[in-house]
């Protein structure tokens, strides 16, 4: 049996502020947008080459927006990852290598949700 992680949700305070992040900033595809009612609204988007996407939005009864820590972005090249993201405006820490052929690096949504870039081997 199969079990595939493809959704995160993350906590956030301003649905347009990140989905803005996300999409312009971090290069990530808008998947959907939608909103059935005042009550309700979800914004899903995936990383490029992902097979696991995120969501945020209205109603979905989350955590504390910023309360996401180190969801792992693995990348076959950790400098022309941050090179991309910091191209988009994204704040990104210098890359670090970990022990052999272990690199990572870190940047932040606006709320706090932390993100950490992973390349192993290379």
């Known amino acids: 049996m199969d079990m595939k992680l493809q959704l995160i949700l993350l906590p956030v305070a301003d649905i347009d502020r990140s989905r803005a992040f996300y999409a312009e900033k971090a290069g990530f595809r808008l998947d959907h947008d939608h909103a059935p009612n005042e009550?309700?609204?979800?914004?899903?988007?995936?990383p490029p080459g992902s097979a696991?996407?995120?969501?945020f939005g209205k109603g979905l009864?989350?955590?504390e927006p910023g309360s996401v820590k180190g969801v792992h972005l693995v990348v076959d090249d950790?400098?022309?990852?941050?090179?991309?993201?910091?191209?988009g405006g994204v704040m990104v820490s210098e890359a670090n290598e970990m022990g052999p052929?272990?690199?990572?690096a870190h940047f932040e949504d606006p709320d706090g949700?932390?993100?950490?870039?992973?390349?192993?081997?290379?």
């Open 39 to 46: 009550h309700f609204r979800v914004v899903q988007l995936t």
């Open 52 to 55: 696991c996407s995120i969501a």
């Open 61 to 63: 009864g989350l955590a």
């Open 78 to 87: 950790i400098q022309a990852a941050r090179a991309t993201l910091i191209g």
């Open 101 to 104: 052929g272990m690199w990572f």
């Open 113 to 122: 949700n932390s993100w950490v870039l992973q390349q192993i081997g290379g």
